[in-house]
């Protein structure tokens, strides 16, 4: 059982605001973000670059933590060919992109071009904090998610997704997550399981995954 907590969280005011704006999309990268689950994940193993994650939790380096947690977990999904997150760092860098949550369609073309991608990740972390509960604090964790064609500027999927460490609770505490990491790598895998799927299907081809590899 969950009680209030004595100190609010600024990242758990932005979920609802944000899971609300993602019920009421657009289609645009530029635009409001779509609604919370939607669209479907490319399975011809396309080339993908995961943008920096952009830090709505007001937690300093949880922007960080976020971005290596979800690569790790694109990269294990095998559903893409992923690039590297410093030649992504560096190029947004040299293009003199700062915001990495909602680029304009002329950076999106920029990014298409100079990484070579198709498909660019944009995410946001939405909540990374604790919840206070009868016997102590557990971790939570937020985040949302686009996939965008760059040649577009079209999210083609999207998702977002809260976790607390008693979700899996059942009795007397079994089952809940006090890690803050694993709830993290769990809220990837989570939302990224579309991915897995993808990946799955590409390899269930096997001329096209003989070809690619």
Known sequence: MRVPSRSPNPGRALIAATAAAMFLAAGCAGSSPPRSHGGAVPTD???????????????????RFFTQTFLAVLVESDAAEV?????????????????????????????????????VLLGSVLEAGTVRTYDGDI?????????????TARVVWARAHVVTGDDKETIFGWGRERSAERLLTKLADDMLRPFRDAGAAWRSRPAAGAGAR
């Open 83 to 119: 690039v590297d997150l410093g030649h992504v760092e560096a190029t947004l860098e040299a293009l003199h992109i700062r915001n990495t949550a909602s680029p304009s369609r002329e950076q999106l073309a920029a990014l298409g071009e100079s990484l070579r991608v198709r498909y």
């Open 45 to 63: 193993h396309p080339r993908v670059a995961l943008l920096p994650f952009e830090n709505l939790s007001g937690r300093e380096e949880q922007g």
């Open 139 to 151: 971790p939570s964790a937020g985040a949302s998610l686009r996939l965008v064609d760059v040649t």
